[in-house]
């Protein structure tokens, strides 16, 4: 499905740019990245870098979405966005990724997938890289402070 056919089924909303929030969900990004870099990666965690690497690139395209006015309740639809807005700046590549993520990300959490030491690491890598493609986007959306 395109970004509009999400606003048009309801699982975009159009709502009122909020700079506080997509400030917020940068920080819980942050935040996120700083603990798995502390952690070293094993194969016993590899699931949980792998899950939340997609998220933190999920909350900066939350935050993206929050400042054009839009609110996400689905995870293809924030890709789309991505794809839609933002393709040229982050790749199709790297738009490629984050969707292999997220399924991958859905394949942990619902059917018990187990991944390895070294897909972990290539996601690890691969997100620090996306992140600091979409917070130079979010710079140049007016997002100044991060």
Do not use: W
């Amino acid at each position: 499905m395109m970004f509009e056919d999400y606003l048009k089924e309801g699982s975009v909303r159009k709502v009122t740019p909020d700079k506080q929030l997509a400030k917020s969900l940068v920080k819980m990004a942050s935040m996120r990245i700083k603990i798995l870099e502390s952690i070293p990666i094993t194969e016993n965690n590899s699931f949980s870098f792998i899950e939340n690497c997609y998220e933190a690139i999920r909350e900066i395209a939350d935050a993206l979405m929050a400042l054009k006015g839009f609110k996400s309740y689905s995870h293809e639809a924030s890709i789309e966005f991505l794809k839609k807005f933002y393709s040229i700046q982050l790749t199709m590549g790297n738009v490629h990724k984050v969707d292999r993520y997220r399924k991958i990300r859905n394949d942990i959490k619902y059917r018990g997938l187990l991944t390895s030491k070294s897909e972990a690491e290539d996601v690890f890598k691969s997100t620090k890289v996306i992140l600091t493609l979409l917070l130079e986007v979010l710079k140049k959306e007016g997002l100044s402070e991060i």
